[in-house]
């Protein structure tokens, strides 16, 4: 099959270029290839399908069908690969978990769902991480509050087995009763909140014993601007942010609103101003959808018991070119470095998938950049909001 004419995006840039595909694989970058095959693309970008990592299920609940419900709509939305939280009920910390999830995700055509280990039990201790790795899974996740000895045994474990660790960075002292970011929305809406200290505070933590023992760990949903200062200041630190992070503010929790209430919390408009132009100046390493889907009940109540969650698969891909390249001057190749290669490389995927090159898997996206709607996702905190933009199936 020759994908013809299409704007193939490259790390060096947009390319106008036709691309030959045989047994799942890109074969040839060329001009005037030829097929009896072919499919005409000219004015669309070509690029390769996303990368992301730490998603959830449904209510946070690894169970039958989840899996397969999430791949379907991660491929709707351009997703070629997506790595699995393993902070799920009941969370991937032994080998019966990981093992069902690996089940799981093999009847799941679509896109193709990797498993993280937790890297410390539910009950505490230490997990089976050598075993677990071994199995199957493609990198440790954990919180950064836990013990400093055993932050110290997971980085000797992915020393070990050469993966990268994951981490979540928050201070549960400081959160306190804190259900969203604390500032002048919180006040005015007489609900506790959390500082951004318990976010940044935390990685300094982490930042130095990734110093000490040469471990490199990727900051899952980094939320403020110190966190991005300290994450530049350590070439082991590598921080992945939100695309609700880079567009939304704590208004969205106004008049009590749940569709605003996520984790990390939004902060206010002035850091999601800087975390937007380090985007666009590319001190962020990796952009998530954040998926963490919950149901209509755990959204619809007080905002103090409401469920933290957002669905964030839909329309990502649209949002993310509107407001960062169409309007905020970031280079295509950029968004897909961010969005593919890096996430890719992050979980041992380079060479196979986020990017287009011969020996690569035609795992790719099509992006109709001429196309232009309102998102009408209802319950969506981007509900009504205009965009620019559509993946289109190959």
């Known amino acids: 099959?020759?994908?013809?004419?299409?704007?193939?995006?490259?790390?060096?840039?947009?390319?106008?270029?036709?691309?030959?595909?045989?047994?799942?694989?890109?074969?040839?970058?060329?001009?005037?290839?030829?097929d009896k095959n072919s499919i005409e693309a000219k004015g669309k970008y070509l690029m390769p399908a996303m990368v992301d990592i730490g998603v959830g299920v449904m209510d946070g609940k690894l169970r039958g069908g989840t899996?397969?419900?999430?791949?379907?709509?991660?491929?709707?939305?351009?997703?070629?690969?997506?790595?699995?939280?393993?902070?799920?009920?009941?969370?991937?910390?032994?080998?019966?978990?990981?093992?069902f999830?690996?089940?799981?995700?093999?009847?799941?055509?679509?896109?193709?769902?990797?498993?993280?280990?937790?890297?410390?039990?539910?009950?505490?201790?230490?997990?089976?991480?050598?075993i677990l790795l071994k199995e199957g899974a493609v990198g440790i996740e954990f919180e950064s509050h836990i013990d400093g000895n055993l932050i110290r045994r997971l980085m000797e474990y992915a020393s070990m087995f050469d993966v990268k660790l994951f981490c979540r960075a928050n201070d549960p002292a400081l959160q306190g009763?804190?259900?969203?970011?604390?500032?002048?929305?919180?006040?005015?809406?007489?609900?506790?909140?959390?500082?951004?200290?318990?976010?940044?505070?935390?990685?300094?933590?982490i930042g130095e014993f990734a110093e000490y023992y040469g471990t490199d760990v990727i900051v899952l949903g980094a939320s403020t601007p110190q966190t991005l200062k300290i994450c530049a200041q350590s070439p082991r630190l590598?921080?992945?942010?939100?695309?609700?992070?880079?567009?939304?503010?704590?208004?969205?929790?106004?008049?009590?609103?749940?569709?605003?209430?996520?984790?990390?919390?939004?902060?206010?408009?002035?850091?999601?101003?800087?975390?937007?132009?380090?985007?666009?100046?590319?001190?962020?390493?990796?952009?998530?959808?954040?998926?963490?889907?919950?149901s209509k009940t755990a959204k619809d109540a007080v905002f103090a018991n409401a469920a933290y969650g957002v669905e964030g698969l839909n329309q990502f891909l649209p949002l993310l070119y509107t407001h960062l390249v169409k309007k905020g001057g970031l280079n295509i190749a950029s968004l897909m470095k961010m969005t593919a290669s890096s996430p890719a490389r992050a979980v041992g995927l380079e060479g196979k998938k986020g990017a287009i090159a011969p020996g690569y898997d035609a795992d790719?996206?099509?992006?109709?950049?001429?196309?232009?709607?309102?998102c009408t996702d209802s319950g969506s905190p981007y509900e009504g909001m205009e965009i620019i933009g559509r993946i289109e199936a190959l």
């Open 364 to 374: 790719l996206l099509l992006f109709d950049p001429d196309f232009s709607f309102r």
């Open 67 to 99: 899996l397969e419900k999430l791949s379907q709509k991660a491929r709707a939305n351009g997703f070629g690969t997506v790595v699995l939280s393993s902070l799920c009920v009941p969370r991937i910390d032994n080998e019966i978990t990981l093992e």
């Open 238 to 294: 590598h921080a992945q942010i939100s695309l609700h992070h880079i567009l939304l503010d704590d208004t969205a929790c106004d008049n009590y609103d749940t569709s605003g209430k996520i984790w990390p919390p939004l902060r206010d408009e002035a850091m999601r101003t800087s975390m937007f132009e380090a985007v666009v100046r590319g001190e962020a390493d990796m952009i998530t959808s954040l998926h963490t889907p919950v």
């Open 1 to 34: 099959m020759v994908i013809k004419s299409a704007v193939v995006v490259t790390p060096e840039g947009p390319k106008e270029l036709d691309v030959r595909i045989e047994k799942g694989k890109i074969a040839e970058l060329g001009v005037s290839l030829e």
């Open 101 to 130: 999830a690996k089940s799981q995700a093999q009847l799941c055509k679509e896109t193709k769902i990797l498993p993280l280990l937790s890297g410390v039990r539910e009950e505490g201790g230490l997990s089976e991480c050598a």
């Open 177 to 205: 009763e804190g259900v969203m970011h604390e500032g002048s929305v919180s006040s005015r809406l007489g609900l506790a909140g959390v500082p951004a200290v318990a976010e940044s505070s935390q990685l300094a933590r």
